[in-house]
């Protein structure tokens, strides 16, 4: 208990000591200016001081209207710059939109073209389709056709054989 009273008594105590040298600070500063204001050159000082703020104020001023120039003159380029970039993309743009349109046209013209393609293929395979029936029937007929040329020619031979053997009989009848 001893140790924390005694460190307690001492913070308190250093807490006086440095709000004391504060105020002998605090005293040393105002005793100098009683001393100083009556100075001919702080009087000086202090009827100077107003004006030395109005020049500043002036010059403030002066600076003030050239940054203002120059910052209209960097707003007309900017805005003038803008309206460049304006009808430039303007520009773009309708641009484009022509080359979309123009790409749109032609995507429709390949799918036109495709389904003309694709009907045309169809139409292909129809007609092949047509073609090998109209072959197969071809076949046919033909198979056909020289089957009866084949009975045609068949009949011919019996029907000259079966003449023959009539001129035969017939002849062998006539000479009985």
């Known amino acids: ?32 200016w009683f001393r100083l204001r009556n100075d001919w050159w702080i009087k000086m000082y202090q009827a100077l001081q107003p004006k030395l703020t ?6 403030l001023l002066k600076e003030t209207k050239i940054k203002l120039v120059q910052t209209e003159k960097h707003y007309e380029k900017v805005t003038k710059d803008r309206e460049e970039l304006q009808a430039k993309y303007n520009d773009v743009l309708s ?12 995507r429709d013209i390949m799918l036109n ?14 007609l092949d389709a047509q073609l090998s029936e109209i072959e ?17 020619m068949k009949a011919e031979q019996e029907c000259d ?15 009985r």
């Open 113 to 126: 073209g495709e389904e003309r393609v694709n009907s045309l293929l169809k139409e292909k395979a129809e």
């Open 136 to 152: 197969e029937r071809v076949e046919d007929v033909s198979d056909q056709n020289r089957q009866m040329e084949a009975k045609k």
């Open 54 to 59: 109005g020049g500043m104020a002036e010059e």
């Open 95 to 106: 641009a484009k939109d022509k080359i979309q349109e123009l790409l749109h046209n032609e």
């Open 1 to 32: 208990q001893a140790r924390i009273v005694g460190k307690l008594q001492r913070r308190k105590y250093m807490k006086l000591w440095g709000s004391r040298a504060a105020v002998g600070t605090l005293q040393r500063n105002i005793r100098a």
């Open 161 to 175: 054989e079966m003449r023959k053997e009539i001129e035969a009989i017939s002849l062998l009848l006539s000479l």
